[in-house]
Antibody, heavy 125, light 109 residues
Framework: EEQLVESGGGLVQPGGSLRLSCVVS????????MNWVRQAPGKGLEWISY????????YYTDSVRGRFTISRDNANNSLYMQMSNLRAEDTAVYYC??????????????????WGRGTLVTVSS | EVVLTQSPGTLSLSPGERATLFCRAS???????LAWYQQKPGQAPRLLIY???NRATGIPDRFSGSGSGTDFTLTISGLEPEDFAVYYC??????????FGGGTKVEIK
């Protein structure tokens, strides 16, 4: 069974740091691009970061760039998000999501076809 | 950066009725880049539609996606009890970011 399992969430003070992990099983992790998506309590989904299958291409949304670092360990089937200088507005459930790439003519597109159950990060004093 | 606006915010319908959800982009985008997700309370999102109109594996054919340019639609042809949920559209092409819309809640009338 294909599966993503996040961990590492918890309560942290403003300005603190936290490292999230996402362990995958049931598919060839090294062949897929991965993403982190978060959802603040009672709010919608927010994509925050992407990493290519090799780890060489990385993108962030503006609100986390410079504070969050995405990485992966293909040998250990794991995706990470190092979060620093955390703010109250970073409070959310953090999901890892597999990004499957497809092609249509000259266009490249993705879809997030597998999600973990999420891990809750609470930033509060 | 393209912004996706979903409407209505909430849709109140009865089982068996047809649901039409809208997703408008702030500028024209390729329909290939549009995906739809369903999320139920306490659960992770689930992929419904990708490439604007392709159903994901295991998604029943009462779900369909369409649209082009700036206007996209998710249609549920006859609501089943398990379809009452929040639905999100997402832009997932180049260039990034992979923007989500604000969501539409489909609730039981």
């Amino acid at each position: 069974e294909e599966q993503l399992v996040e961990s590492g969430g918890g309560l942290v003070q403003p300005g603190g740091s936290l490292r999230l992990s996402c362990v995958v099983s049931g598919f060839s992790f090294s062949g897929y691009e991965m993403n982190w998506v978060r959802q603040a309590p009672g709010k919608g989904l927010e994509w925050i970061s992407y990493i290519s299958s090799s780890g060489l291409s990385i993108y962030y949304t503006d609100s986390v760039r410079g504070r969050f670092t995405i990485s992966r360990d293909n040998a250990n089937n794991s995706l990470y998000m190092q979060m620093s200088n955390l703010r109250a507005e970073d409070t959310a459930v953090y999901y890892c999501a597999r990004g499957s790439r497809a092609f249509s003519g000259f266009e490249t597109y993705w879809f997030f076809d597998l999600w973990g159950r999420g891990t809750l990060v609470t930033v509060s004093s | 950066e393209v912004v996706l606006t979903q409407s209505p915010g909430t849709l109140s319908l009865s089982p068996g009725e047809r649901a039409t959800l809208f997703c408008r982009a702030s500028q024209s985008v390729s329909s290939t880049y549009l995906a739809w997700y369903q999320q139920k309370p306490g659960q992770a999102p689930r992929l419904l539609i990708y490439g604007a109109s392709n159903r994901a594996t295991g998604i029943p054919d009462r779900f369909s996606g369409s649209g082009s340019g700036t206007d996209f639609t998710l249609t549920i042809s006859g609501l089943e009890p398990e379809d009452f949920a929040v639905y999100y559209c997402q832009l997932c092409g180049t260039p990034l970011p992979f923007t989500f819309g604000g969501g539409t809640k489909v609730e039981i009338k």
